[in-house]
């Protein structure tokens, strides 16, 4: 343990270590196959295949790489709308999360102002905030099924390029999504010490000079915690939008393969979703070291 600190070595060896404890718990717990041979009445063998642990129908790592390599090593392969690489699905959902998540943002940060600058608003809204904010997306989908009924975009060929079931998904990511960066910009704007406001006034800035000058750059590293927040809510809620829709993504390769008792292209599908959501939290963390050394 000297040498790996002495040569900082935790930062790789740590990781592979755990790494390696949860495949070992993964082969524990996954179901092993056993092959059997007898003799028929004619006197023909016959091979019979059983499995058996703790799981029995759970794949192990071997055979979950049998089951999803071929989406894999073809990553961005399109065979059919519901057979592509795992790249190329998330690809779909990632567009998908991101026109979800911008209409997020968009609504989500000024109504945070608005609750942070005025007790008013704050006591008349806050309720409905409250109430709205743990409702689940798979019952805001149907509403949104419901409010986007009408909607019918055609394409050039004629067919409909966006319709209710488009406008459902975005609104479900939308406001699933706007939650954090509701109440963490309106906690940043309260946070706002009275000192900068009341040399705002000295000063006699214009209220959008005050909210450019003074408020959005205190309240910024509470609106990047929400922002990381609603990101995450985001791409956790594509699952049960492209589950309920039937649309191609990860959600939807994950229903297939679940109708279709494909438990290694489940996991991963699993895997795939843990490792962007990973990867979309490291790249908001980068852009907010940006923002906050420009």
Do not use: H
Request: positive net charge; glycine residues 8%; charged residues 15%.
């Amino acid at each position: 343990m000297d040498f790996i600190k002495r040569y900082k070595l935790d930062s790789l060896f740590l990781p592979l270590v755990g790494l390696g404890a949860f495949l070992l718990l993964w082969m524990v717990i996954a179901g092993k196959e056993t092959v059997t041979q007898s003799v028929d009445d004619f006197g023909d063998p016959v091979i019979t295949k059983t499995r058996a642990g703790i799981s029995k129908d759970l794949p192990t790592p071997v055979e979950t790489w049998d089951a999803s390599k071929t989406y894999v090593l073809n990553p961005f392969a399109k065979r059919g709308e519901m057979d592509q690489g795992i790249l190329s699905f998330t690809a779909l959902s990632l567009k998908l999360v991101m026109e979800g998540y911008l209409i997020a943002l968009i609504v989500g940060a000024p109504l945070g102002f608005c609750l942070g600058l005025s007790k008013t608003f704050t006591k008349a809204v806050d309720p409905i905030i409250q109430v709205l904010r743990p409702v689940s997306p798979l019952a805001w989908f149907p509403l949104g099924l419901v409010l986007f009924s009408s909607l019918k975009i055609t394409g050039t060929n004629g067919a409909t390029a966006f319709g209710p079931s488009d406008a459902a998904a975005l609104f479900t990511i939308a406001i699933c999504a706007m939650w954090p960066t509701v109440m963490n910009t309106a906690v940043g704007v309260r946070a706002v010490p009275q000192d900068y406001l009341n040399v705002a006034r000295v000063l006699k800035l214009s209220r959008g000079k005050t909210l450019f000058k003074v408020l959005l750059p205190s309240t910024l590293p509470y609106m990047f915690t929400g922002f990381r927040l609603s990101l995450g809510i985001a791409w956790l809620v594509i699952v049960a939008v492209e589950m309920l829709t039937g649309r191609p993504g990860v959600g939807g390769f994950l229903w297939q393969a679940y109708n279709a008792s494909q438990y290694g292209q489940i996991i991963l599908c699993i895997l795939t979703i843990g490792f962007v959501g990973l990867l979309l939290d490291r790249l908001m963390s980068v852009v907010e070291a940006r923002f906050k050394t420009a």
